[in-house]
Nanobody, 115 residues
């Protein structure tokens, strides 16, 4: 059983905030490999933010300073606080993690930001 469950997506106006959550479970799951990608229509799936090592973080240039990721090891859950949202942030956001060294994906959660 490998499962990544996302929540927190929705529709907001520019300047507002959302907080995404992703809980992982299954054999071989490692919370330290978790991160977030997003995909907009007509575009490739792109990295948004990921954990680096045991306590570091990495962000794409487009979200750095606006998005913040964190994790709760006891709950096997990661979060992404998204502030100052802009229409270009509109996308399906995917949680990802490695299970036994293989990348797995959640089903995605839609984030829509209107001007």
């Amino acid at each position: 059983q490998v499962q990544l469950v996302e929540s927190g997506g929705g529709s907001v106006r520019a300047g507002e905030s959302l907080r995404l959550s992703c809980t992982g479970s299954g054999d071989g799951f490692s919370i330290y490999t978790m991160g977030w990608y997003r995909q907009s229509p007509g575009k490739e799936r792109e990295l948004v933010a990921t954990f680096h090592g045991s306590d570091g973080t990495m962000y794409s240039d487009s979200v750095r300073g606006r998005f913040t990721i964190s994790r709760d090891d006891a709950k096997s859950t990661i979060y992404m606080q998204m502030d100052s949202l802009v229409p270009d942030d509109t996308a399906v956001y995917y949680c990802t993690a490695f299970f036994y060294g293989i990348r797995k994906w959640g089903e995605g959660t839609q984030v829509t930001v209107s001007a």
